[in-house]
């Protein structure tokens, strides 16, 4: 009896060493191994799993001993966006994001020649109780201050719109939707605008501030974020070369570490952690994967996972399977793409963020509990 169970001991203790995933994801700062647990997790241990992944998703590992072979950057469906000409003895007149203030129009009209008098306008504004919203707008310097505060007193033709970094393309149509008045079925073409390849039919609409044209197609939309993507991604294009990285899975890891990273100065460590795991073959255990393929239930994409959430049989969830999910599960910014890029050089296969958002490493599943009742 004594000898059994020893063994058993011996059991218990290898397979709990075995077990390595854990993380914090963007939605639940404080979250350790899974977001499985309320809110606010527990920091005991019983919630820990031993591994179960029993499959392996077909994703180019780094360090390929051939030549890998690079798909072309997506292309749009339609030509790019081409400006629509203002009318005749108009000209565009953008007040930015930053620069509501009378002063700043003021100032931007009587740079522009739109007005000869900084001062009676910031008067006239006074006197009208003018707010300005920030866009493009039609002017000619024909118009008098009062036709000027009228226009800009309108709704402005071409708006500003701020997409974030680590949206799913279903958060950017109901951004766009928002500020430009889409319906659902235009949300629904902007959305299925970029399946027409798996390798990216997530990833490619690149996070940036837009100014957009009111009446501009779904599909000019799509084709103007695409090509924006193009433009930052191109030229990181021989860097995934010459590390025999396939981008489309460069950019899938890179989705991943964005919604993972506690900000961007993270992404890094993020990044060498979830390589090191990779090149071990070890399941990567990321919730964000799981929160993707399930979807929006009610509380938002990004909720926290449940139990039954782990059991998902699908390729996205990296509790089971090994590698890389078959696409990109946000749209991330260069500071992750450059993060797998360039990672971290760490020995950690563990992490979480504590309360501050400050993100904690251990090399050792033992270090990692460590960390676990220390800072959490």
Wanted: hydrophobic residues 40%; contains cysteine; glycine residues 6%.
């Amino acid at each position: 009896m004594y000898r059994i169970g020893v063994i058993i001991i011996l059991i218990v203790i290898i397979a709990g060493g075995a077990y390595f995933a854990t993380h914090g994801n963007q939605n639940n700062p404080n979250s350790v191994v899974t977001q499985a647990q309320p809110s606010v997790p527990s920091t005991t241990t019983d919630t820990i799993e031993a591994p179960n992944a029993t499959t392996t998703n077909s994703s180019p590992i780094r360090k390929s001993t051939s030549p890998v072979s690079q798909p072309s950057l997506p292309k749009a469906s339609t030509s790019a966006p081409v400006a629509t000409p203002l009318p005749e003895g108009t000209d565009q007149f953008t007040i930015a994001l930053n620069g509501t203030s009378s002063e700043t129009v003021a100032q931007n009209l009587l740079d522009n020649g739109f007005i000869t008098d900084q001062n009676s306008f910031i008067t006239a504004v006074a006197k009208a109780k003018a707010n300005f919203t920030a866009g493009a707008y039609k002017l000619s310097d024909s118009m008098t201050v009062q036709q000027i505060l009228a226009v800009l007193g309108s709704s402005p033709y071409m708006k500003w719109i701020v997409i974030p970094e680590g949206l799913r393309k279903e958060e950017i149509a109901a951004l766009l939707a928002k500020t430009l008045g889409w319906t659902a079925a235009n949300k629904q073409e902007f959305i299925t605008a970029t399946n027409v390849d798996p390798n990216y039919s997530e990833g490619v609409y690149s996070p940036d501030t837009y100014l957009i044209p009111v009446v501009e197609a779904p599909a000019d939309v799509s084709n103007r974020l695409i090509a924006k993507f193009n433009e930052k991604f191109g030229p990181l294009l021989p860097q995934f070369n010459s590390q025999n990285i396939k981008w489309t899975s460069g950019l899938t890891l890179a989705s991943i570490v964005q919604r993972e990273a506690a900000n961007d100065a993270d992404t890094a460590l993020i990044a060498g952690i979830l390589w090191n795991r990779l090149d071990q073959n070890m399941p990567l255990d990321v919730d964000a994967t799981l929160q993707y393929v399930r979807g929006n239930t009610g509380a938002g994409f990004w909720a926290p996972i449940t139990v039954a959430d782990k059991k998902t049989d699908s390729p996205y969830n990296t509790y089971i399977h090994t590698g890389l999910p078959p696409h990109p599960i946000s749209n991330p910014g260069l500071p992750a793409i450059k993060a797998v890029l360039n990672p971290a050089s760490t020995t950690c296969l563990y992490y979480l963020h504590d309360t501050h958002r400050v993100t904690h490493c251990a090399t050792t599943y033992e270090e990692h509990m460590a960390n676990i009742q220390k800072y959490l």
